[in-house]
């Protein structure tokens, strides 16, 4: 079984920084994790990585498709597949980065996603016709009477994954919490996981948004915005929404910005609840912890050379 090294936590923590540094130094290449960084047009508000960290260390899923392209978390395992194939090809060691707790985690264990190979959607057509016609709330809902265990680990608002387990169902005929629990690995994977005191953690969100600002969120946000007719799934990405009551003239640049910052805040917690309870971290404090990359190089190192 291939090994790979994963980092993950909540949005802002620094995964970034660190996968970077780590490729670096033990020739490593970088696969995100991250289900929107593969859109070209959106840099700023997936927080993609820079010109000169792509330069830096090879990435996979960066920059390979338009936000009108259909892309979903089978496609992901697929091309992250290939990519980690690539990359021990080249005798070099993958790194998985990125804060979407289930694209992950479909990645390193083989979990049914509704999709034997017969269809030819991702999801079920009529459950989109459902979403289009009596929205999310009463699409989960649906979801939350025929398995209730499945519906309490998914936001009414995650469209996306309601309709995926909705799909499952149909198609095999079981539960969808059934299936996830029945769950055998892909990868032999040591998972690092960054995350320090809330506080700090949120410190860093409010101060990422400003910066954000200053890079130019906006300019993304009213592209979003002039494309929110077309179907793409960007415009649920937390980052350009809450900027459409300032488009329409309902709310204040300041007002929308303090909503982002908040709903930044809120999906670092959701974040961090699905790699606790989903996934076997190896936490550190890269805020607290001088020498956390130390530690994590030596894990690492560790991990690699157990057979």
Not at 171 to 195: E, M
């Amino acid at each position: 079984m291939k090994k790979i090294i994963v980092i993950v936590g909540p949005t802002g923590i620094g995964k970034t920084d660190l996968a970077l540094n780590l490729a670096e130094k033990m020739n490593g290449e970088i696969v995100s994790g991250d289900s929107m960084q593969i859109y070209q047009e959106v840099s700023v508000g997936t927080a993609k990585p820079t010109k000169s960290e792509l330069i830096r260390v090879k990435h996979y899923l960066v920059n390979e498709k338009s936000v009108f392209d259909e892309y979903s978390v089978k496609d992901f395992v697929a091309q992250a597949n290939k990519a980690i194939d690539q990359i021990t090809v080249d005798d070099k060691i993958p790194f998985i980065v990125g804060g979407t707790g289930f694209y992950i985690n479909a990645l390193i264990n083989k979990m049914q996603l509704g999709e034997p190979g017969e269809y030819k959607t991702s999801v079920d057509p009529k459950w989109e016709k459902y979403l289009s016609q009596n929205g999310p709330q009463k699409l989960w809902d649906v979801l939350n009477k025929e398995d209730p265990e499945a519906a309490s680990k998914i936001e009414p608002n995650n469209s996306r994954r309601t309709l995926r387990a909705l799909t499952v169902i149909d198609r095999t005929g079981k539960l969808f919490s059934q299936q996830q629990k029945q769950i055998l690995p892909r990868y032999d994977a040591l998972i690092i996981g960054l995350n320090s005191d809330r506080e700090l953690v949120y410190q860093r969100i409010n101060q990422r948004v400003d910066k954000m600002m200053n890079l130019g969120i906006l300019d993304e946000a009213k592209f979003i915005f002039d494309n929110r007719k077309k179907e793409h799934q960007v415009i649920q990405a937390i980052g350009y929404k809450e900027f459409f009551p300032y488009f329409l003239g309902e709310k204040s640049l300041d007002e929308c910005v303090d909503k982002l910052k908040q709903a930044s805040r809120k999906y670092a917690k959701r974040q961090l609840t699905y790699f606790k309870h989903q996934l076997p971290v190896n936490w550190v404090d890269p805020l607290k912890d001088s020498n956390y990359q130390q530690e994590v190089e030596e894990m690492i190192k560790t991990f690699l050379n157990n057979n």
